[in-house]
């Protein structure tokens, strides 16, 4: 049995100053069980982002969730993959054409996946992410944040060139799906390009709930809601989302418990001290990460009482520079196949299928 779980709420900056949660996720059951889910997190600077974010992903969960099947291989997975992002972009332009705004002020992140119990398939565009618990007891990162030197994100508008497809070939037994603000506290920069990049008692705390039945997970997805309402701010004060699926049927092999230690923060943060002293940004996370040492492991108490109809939508996505800001770039949707170019099927992208 697949449980899930999800939390999202605003961040603690975003509720000082009266602004809404801008992140979005959506969950779906699928062709043949299939789990089918997403988080988005909507640009902070841009003013309808909270829009954008929960119209990518609702159009991105039902694609996906209409036209994949148990059945297909990962090619023919990949391409309705992409499908659901051009259509997911699409949709966004489309609402911010009703609303009369800039397609700019809609600007979001997009990371999905598809879970059959065993197997995972993910997209990614922009610096949302994902981490796995496989069935050999490993956990490990799937995604990569996409973001350039100066750390200003890659959003769904940069299209196919930025997004990346793919899969996880270990058995997995849980999948955790987050907005970058807590993906930031499960694998934390100071850990990147280390042997183990992620925070595994911090990570197992979300994960590591093969105990649970369809009751119960109730009670922790409110444990959980409850630990990140009050998670210190210093170190994530961002907007926080989650999904948790977890296949209670493929329980993970267990490690030596040395493998679940807290992470030397200390020595990590010499180390940062001493290789990155120069970078401003870098060394504020390095000054914030004597808080991180006080959000112990246990402190998260959760036991309370290729067919032709799958390539008629791919398109080609061209960015048109923006002088304001070249990191938020905005996209035009390109028909490149025969049956899109008629111009009945062009107005709306259901009459495509």
């Avoid at 809601?225 to 989650?242: A, C, G, Q």
């Amino acid at each position: 049995m697949i449980l899930t779980y999800k939390v999202s709420m605003a961040g603690p900056y975003h509720n000082d100053i009266n602004l809404t949660c801008q992140d979005a996720f959506a969950i779906k059951t699928g062709n043949d069980g299939l789990k089918i889910f997403a988080v988005a997190d909507g640009l902070g600077s841009e003013l309808y982002s909270d829009i954008g974010s929960a119209v990518a992903v609702e159009t991105a969960v039902d694609y996906c969730a209409e036209h994949i099947t148990h059945d297909m291989k990962f090619d023919a997975i990949k391409k309705i993959m992409n499908n659901a992002f051009v259509y997911a972009y699409r949709a966004v332009l489309t609402r911010a054409a009703e609303d009369g705004n800039d397609s700019d002020e809609y600007d979001t992140t997009l990371c999905m996946g598809v879970y059959d119990g065993e197997h995972l398939y993910y997209a990614q565009a922009g610096d949302s992410g994902m981490v796995v618990l496989l069935q050999n007891g490993e956990y490990f990162r799937v995604t990569t944040q996409q973001r350039d030197e100066e750390g200003r994100v890659f959003p769904l508008c940069w299209g196919p060139d930025k997004w990346k497809f793919g899969f996880v070939e270990q058995p997995v037994s849980a999948v955790m799906a987050m907005t970058d603000g807590v993906f930031e506290q499960i694998c934390p920069p100071l850990m990147r390009k280390k042997d183990v990049d992620i925070n595994i008692p911090l990570a197992r705390n979300f994960m590591d709930r093969f105990d649970c039945d369809e009751e119960s997970i109730q009670e922790l997805e409110e444990a959980a809601y409850e630990y990140l309402e009050h998670y210190p701010r210093v170190s994530l004060d961002d907007d926080k989302t989650i999904i948790v699926l977890i296949n209670t049927e493929r329980k993970p092999e267990k490690k030596e418990e040395a493998y679940y230690a807290i992470p030397d923060w200390k020595a990590l943060r010499e180390e940062a001290e001493k290789t990155l002293s120069n970078h401003e940004k870098l060394q504020h996370e390095v000054e914030d990460i004597d808080e991180c040492t006080e959000v112990e492991a246990d402190s998260l108490d959760m036991n309370n009482d290729d067919s032709e109809e799958t390539t008629l939508a791919l398109k080609t996505i061209t960015t048109i520079k923006d002088d304001k800001r070249a990191a938020s770039d905005r996209c035009e949707v390109e028909e490149t196949e025969k049956s899109i170019l008629d111009d009945k099927k062009k107005e709306d992208p259901s009459d495509v299928l």
